[in-house]
């Protein structure tokens, strides 16, 4: 029988490591921006400290959104071993499927945030809900989880339902949690992390950067993806880098 006091308390808690993570994480790279004299979002003060306000609003309510479900799926892995997440890794199909499961979630993750990112450009969606991530212009490190309610929703539930049937050590979803926290970041910082050699370059060609998500706050129908290029790429709508970004 499932007692529901620690499974309440328990969410609470990763609800709250959630919303710290997210402060630190944009704070972190804002602040690295700042360092780089590098002025992101809009160029008029007034205009850009009153984005950032609604960007940290928006990103809070949306990292609440998205600690729910996943501290529930923690809870019940951790108090009742519901879920396939696992502990040990102790043989060697463990070891390779550790990072095999991290590309599989990233993938699985990328695709799900590819269509459904189209999705909420129909004009009607957009104009709903989309438009509250849009409405930087342009993004800051806090705009990563600048969304509406809805959207956040939409990103919130694939991964800790992927918990429920596709094997993935603790340690491995940590880091497709951590992958995601950091891209979603650095995409939206307003400046190209990554050597222009790797940009340019096979990793440039493959992965996501500020340099290629910056076009599609740009242009807004191109440059869907997350973490990859793939879809962009199969489906006619990678747009390629912002230029001398």
């Not at 509406?148 to 918990?163: F, K, Q, T």
């Amino acid at each position: 029988m499932i007692s529901y006091l620690p499974l309440i308390t328990g969410t609470a808690g990763t609800m709250a490591i959630v919303v710290v993570r997210y402060l630190l994480a944009s704070g972190g790279f804002a602040w690295w921006t700042a360092r780089r004299g590098i002025t992101a979002g809009p160029a008029d003060p007034v205009r850009r400290r009153r984005q950032i306000r609604a960007e940290i609003r928006w990103s809070l309510l949306s990292a609440l959104i998205y600690a729910l479900p996943a501290g529930v799926v923690l809870e019940l892995w951790r108090l009742y071993g519901f879920t396939v997440i696992q502990w040990h890794v102790d043989t060697v199909a463990a070891a390779i499927w550790w990072p095999l499961s991290v590309a599989l979630y990233l993938f699985l993750h990328d695709t799900w945030f590819y269509w459904t990112h189209r999705w909420m450009h129909a004009p009607r969606l957009f104009a709903r809900v989309h438009a509250v991530h849009h409405a930087s212009r342009p993004p800051t490190a806090w705009a990563a989880m600048s969304f509406h309610p809805w959207e956040a929703l939409s990103g919130a539930l694939l991964i800790p339902a992927l918990a429920f049937f596709i094997p993935i050590h603790f340690g491995a979803l940590a880091l497709v949690l951590t992958i995601a926290t950091v891209m979603g970041v650095t995409n939206h910082m307003g400046w190209e992390m990554f050597p222009q050699r790797w940009v340019r370059g096979w990793f440039g060609r493959h992965f996501i950067s500020a340099s290629h998500h910056e076009a599609h706050h740009k242009y807004y129908t191109c440059n869907y993806g997350l973490y990859f290029r793939f879809w962009d790429q199969r489906c006619g709508t990678d747009k390629g880098l912002v230029a001398n970004f």
